[in-house]
């Protein structure tokens, strides 16, 4: 019985318009396999606005079987009939998101370099949890640096998913993998230049650890 693979787990640009869309399909399709996740993070627009940007997403990710899930938003996740809800410490909890979003729903949460926090996460039925950031990243500010020790301890010690965050690249993200990240979340290092170059460069190096 072997390990499942570490996996990708992209996480939208701010701006989710435009030639958006085109660009989420050239990443998906290079990553096939590869890229099972994808998260929805829009800041600064209504929930209409949001849910019409949403569509032509989630409809890519489902024609694609890669998970959509919206960040921050347990309203937004249930009007989009998403498949889960990304939540920060502060976006409601793990309840109440399993009560709006039903049994199925795939509900991460925000635990920066924090070991407490994500026991506590999986013990109120998250299905996941995020640890970092273990980069700076211009993505998203962070004053938590989590250590690849966590990630270690984490997967020796407990069965729930951990996705490692910030600041991760091709170049950087070995380490992680080899410590025991079930996904790397990523964002400006595919979205910042070519996303299928990016999007393949990853897999090159989870294929390699």
């Known amino acids: ?57 989630q409809e890519m990710c489902a024609a694609r079987d890669v998970a959509f899930i919206v960040n921050d938003s ?66 998203k500010d962070s004053e938590h640096r989590a250590e690849l020790e966590l990630l270690e301890w984490w997967h020796e010690m407990v069965e729930i998913p951990s996705v490692a965050i910030g600041g991760i690249t091709p170049a950087n993200c070995r380490p992680l993998i080899e410590a025991g990240a079930d996904f790397l979340a990523v964002s400006g290092a595919v979205w910042n230049g070519d996303e299928a170059a990016a999007v393949r460069a990853f897999a090159e190096q989870i294929a390699a650890s």
């Open 1 to 57: 019985m072997t390990e499942t693979p570490c996996q990708l787990y992209l996480i939208s640009p701010l701006d989710v318009g435009g030639t958006f869309p085109d660009r989420l399909a050239r990443a998906l399709d290079a990553g096939a396999g590869i890229v099972t996740a994808f998260q929805f993070r829009v800041k600064g627009v209504d929930q209409h606005e949001a849910a019409a940007l949403a569509a032509p997403l």
């Open 74 to 139: 347990i309203a937004l996740a249930r009007r989009l009939g998403a498949d889960g809800v990304h939540l920060g410490q502060s976006d409601g909890t793990v309840a109440e998101a399993r009560d709006a979003l039903g049994r199925e729903a795939q509900i991460g949460v925000t635990c920066h370099a924090s070991r407490h926090l994500a026991l506590e996460a999986g013990e109120a039925g998250a299905d996941y949890v995020a640890f970092g950031a273990f980069f700076p990243s211009t993505t």
